[in-house]
């Protein structure tokens, strides 16, 4: 399953081009995507169809954008709301932010930023809701950044421990090497940096996969790694 799939974003904008435009690249990207061309339209989507994000276009037929993002914050104070605007001044900035919004865009932008700054707010979302995973006899303390595995302290570097954090995310779900360069390191491409990947993430098995426990972190040939038991039993 892709990572980003359960993701169901709404865009809120009245310009035909830009709507299909940001529809089709974040369908292509792997988001769940419904549309509106009005603020109206796009309150309504909101109580029926419940996203998990809002693309809000400023400059909307009828009600004005901040309007609907007051109206969207009284229904759903948790929704994560994107102001996407040709509204470039400073103060527009910080009225949109500080109306609920937890992002702005100023028209024309990169769709890759788009795409980055929505990874970026749903793994701070993520983090707030997930300060603990446990997996097996794995426990890890997002907030204290701790991990114990069978009772014992497990010391990482900071990068190992984004990588267990990357892959607790998506526990059970194979990541490939190029999802793991762009979430961990920020790069768009990974065959560069595959050694480096491949490098931390011995490292990193070499320390959870202690002995006479059951081994947490796999390589999947083709697809990449992924964290979970799986059905050998632990060596003796």
């Known amino acids: 399953m892709h990572p980003t799939e359960k993701i169901h974003i709404l865009v809120i904008e009245d310009e035909p081009k830009v709507n299909l435009s940001l529809r089709q690249g974040l369908m292509e990207a792997g988001y769940k995507v419904t549309a509106a061309s009005s603020g109206e339209e796009g309150c309504m989507l909101v109580l029926q169809d419940m996203p998990d994000i809002v693309l809000l276009d400023l400059n909307l037929p009828g009600q004005d954008g901040l309007e609907i993002l007051k109206i969207l914050r009284k229904h759903n104070p948790s929704l994560i709301v994107f102001i996407i605007t040709a509204r470039d001044h400073i103060n527009d900035r910080v009225l949109g932010l500080d109306t609920g919004a937890n992002d702005y865009l100023i028209k024309p932008f990169a769709f890759p930023e788009l795409l980055a700054r929505i990874r970026a707010v ?6 707030q809701r997930i300060m603990e995973y446990t997996v097996a006899d794995l426990n890890v303390d997002i907030v204290g950044r701790k991990v114990r595995r069978a009772g014992q302290n497990i010391e990482l570097t900071a990068r190992e421990f984004e990588i267990l954090e990357f892959l607790l995310r998506n526990n059970g779900r194979p990541v490939s090497r190029q999802t793991i360069a762009t979430e961990v390191w920020n790069v768009q491409r990974a065959t560069p940096i595959d050694n480096v990947i491949d490098v931390h993430i011995m490292r990193l098995r070499k320390k959870i996969n202690l002995q006479n426990c ?23």
Request: aromatic share 6%; no cysteine; net charge positive.
């Open 122 to 127: 749903t793994r701070r979302e993520q983090y």
């Open 214 to 236: 059951i081994p947490l972190i796999h390589t999947i040939r083709g697809l990449g790694f992924m964290l979970g038991p799986d059905n050998h039993p632990a060596p003796k």
